[in-house]
Each structure stands twice: as C-alpha cells, then as structure tokens.
C-alpha cells in the first residue's frame, strides 16, 4: 500500500465560489505519480461565507474515497481556515486617489493634534526656551533655531521607525506596523477557527 504524507495549511485565501482540490489546502509529500494524483483531488467549492473550516478528516475522507488503496499519515491535526476573499467591483482610479488622499489628510490631522496636546501638556515650549538659556545664557521666547531641528526630528524619527528611509541592511525585516498587522491577523484566524468550531 503507498503512503503519503500530509500537512494541512494553516490559511489559505479563495474566492467564493472557487474549486478547491488537496493541494490548495494541504502540502502532500510521497511518490511522485502517488504525490500529483492526491494534489488533484477535488474536496469542493468555497462556500459565499468569510470564513470556512477544512478539517483533516474531511480530506482524509475524499481521498480515501477517490484513492481507497492509499496509507494516509497526517503530520499534524491543524485545520484550514479558508478566508473567502468575494470579488469587488473595479473602483475608479479618481474615487481610490480621493478616499487614500482623505485618510492621509484625516490621519495627518489626527497626529498633529496628538502631538501638540502632549506638547502641550509637557510643557515643551519652556523646555526649548530653558535650553536655549542653558546653551546660550540670553532668554528668548521663541528659540526657533532649536524647535525647527526638533520637530523636522520627529517627522524623521518616525519614518526611520517604520523603516521606511534608510534601507534595512537585511532587506527584508517588517516595520513595527507590519508586525503589529501580522499579530492581528493571527488574533482573528485564531478566534475564528474557535468560533467555527462551536458551530
């Protein structure tokens, strides 16, 4: 009797409605002619739903169904979570250009108020004035040749920390928003599976 060997992917992204076969959910490792013919396999078709589970049983039973002659070994007991990705009408290149144009100017309104409330609370313009005193020994309510360098640093500083200036000597290390957007992607297909399987 020929083995194969098989470990189900943990997500995988399909459209509704699209046909699904073992090597779309699963990596099949084996001989060869044994290998393609389980890959081809059909299990069926991605439900109109966000979210689908795929156990191990249920690709054990189609296989065994198609192929009864084969020794299925299953590397682990993880299911697939199936994100059904349903197609979206073509926006116009002039709506997207406004709506990214409109996040950016929300979001830059948002942080500048941010910034010059903590400011503010803090109590930085008499920290400038005191340093230039300090550097200087002459009070000056406006030290612009302090608070110029200094907010110019903050705009720097943030891009340098969302790697997105100097390129990473190792090419391909995320940005702390990309490993937060990485976190919760996980979070959700987690508390997903949780909640499919109370079904």
Known sequence: MDKVYIQLKKNID????AELKIKDVAYVAGKKEIKEMVEAIPIGKV???FYEIISPTEVANKIISTTPHIDIHFIDDEEVLVN???KKKKESKFLLLLRVSLVIIILAIG??????NFHEDISMKNVHMRIYEILTGVHNESPLIIQI??????GVG????FNKIVPNKYGSDPS???VEMSSYRKKVNSFMRSK???K
Not at 14 to 17: A, M, T
């Open 196 to 198: 499919l399987n109370k």
């Open 111 to 116: 942080e500048s108020l941010a910034i010059m």
């Open 149 to 154: 360098p200094y907010s110019l640093g903050i």
């Open 84 to 86: 059904v990705v349903k």
């Open 14 to 17: 399909k459209d509704s409605n």
């Open 47 to 49: 439900q109109e739903d």
């Open 158 to 161: 943030m891009a340098l920390f």
């Open 176 to 178: 702390p928003m990309e």
